[in-house]
């Protein structure tokens, strides 16, 4: 078997050949597995390929199986696996904001001290489903799905949730986000309080509009008669927010200020987000140690040459590089 460069594992694995080891040395613990006398069990690097190759592709079971030479039970069975170890191992490890200090800063040099995140919601627009279409229906009269994000102080995305129908409320779909649970649960941020006076404190926050409920870390404006102190803190406050909705903005690739859109003018469904895992850094590398060259470990037996996607900008033809599978 042959060995891929970096860009040929950027473009199948969506990760380089040293962060897919490092993945695999964080996973180890949880995904070794002993030989029986029936069989020997899948490495822990091929049990990872499979899951990052499903996560990273829109192939079936039945493709991916076939290109690691496995059933397609066995790449279900790996693929939850897999992901329940991610969860269980690096969730809180990985899955947190990115600068916390520098999001504090942000937006107490905006007049909201202590707060790392807005939040907000938006309607993508969708093709009507064939079932139970009207869920997806808003008060504007077209078929949505809500996207619900968190932004730092830079308008950077730090956490997205999509899915829900368009006729949900935000704070339904709040509620049921993982990203409810986990600033309740003080797994998302690190506990941080400033002082309020002699006996007050107060925790890092959140800032969403009206339509959240209050919560101890999430703020929410003013309604109804202000007094002059409520209507400075909404004008904090609506500065504050006006981040996230110039990050949908920019998402939407709209100028300031224009009118969310519409129903799609082509059915080719919505936007999205997509993220794409970066490299750890530049090494060169293959299928290497545990992937063998042939039989049950081999990863993966099926794929020729020239039945492999192209890096960008190479061919994989006869006069294509050299050393792929």
Not at 72 to 99: P, S, Y
Request: glycine letters at 12%; one cysteine or more.
């Amino acid at each position: 078997m042959g060995e891929w460069n970096d860009d040929q594992w950027l473009w199948n694995f969506r990760m380089s050949w040293q962060t897919f080891i490092e993945l695999c040395q964080w996973l180890t613990p949880v995904l070794r597995h002993h030989d029986t006398r029936m069989q020997c069990a899948l490495t822990i690097e091929k049990r990872v390929a499979i899951a990052v190759w499903k996560l990273a592709t829109p192939d079936s079971y039945r493709s991916v199986g076939q290109q690691f030479g496995v059933g397609k039970a066995t790449v279900g069975a790996v693929l939850m696996e897999v992901v329940r170890a991610l969860n269980a191992l690096l969730l809180k490890r990985v899955v947190r904001v990115g600068d916390l200090d520098a999001a504090v800063e942000g937006f107490a040099a905006m007049g909201f001290p202590n707060c790392f995140g807005a939040l907000d919601g938006i309607p993508l627009p969708i093709r009507a489903p064939d079932h139970s279409g009207g869920r997806y229906i808003n008060r504007k009269g077209y078929h949505f799905v809500v996207l619900q994000s968190m932004v730092d102080s830079c308008g950077h995305f730090q956490d997205i949730y999509v899915g829900w129908p368009g006729s949900t409320h935000d704070a339904c779909v709040f509620r049921n986000s993982g990203l409810c649970c986990r600033p309740q649960a003080e797994t998302y941020i690190p506990q941080r309080e400033i002082p309020l006076g002699d006996t007050t404190t107060v925790p890092l926050c959140l800032v969403g509009d009206a339509a959240y409920h209050l919560q101890p870390w999430l703020m929410r404006p003013y309604t109804g008669h202000f007094t002059d102190s409520q209507e400075r803190y909404n004008a904090r406050h609506n500065h504050a927010q006006q981040v996230v909705e110039r990050a949908f903005e920019r998402l939407l690739a709209l100028p300031p200020g224009t009118p969310r859109p519409g129903p799609p003018k082509h059915p080719s469904g919505c936007g999205g987000l997509l993220h794409t895992p970066q490299p750890v850094g530049k090494q060169g590398g293959g299928l290497r140690a545990g992937l063998g060259t042939g039989g049950r470990n081999s990863l993966p037996p099926a794929i020729r040459r020239s039945e492999l996607p192209a890096p960008p900008g190479q061919g994989l033809g006869p006069g294509g590089p050299k050393g792929v599978l």
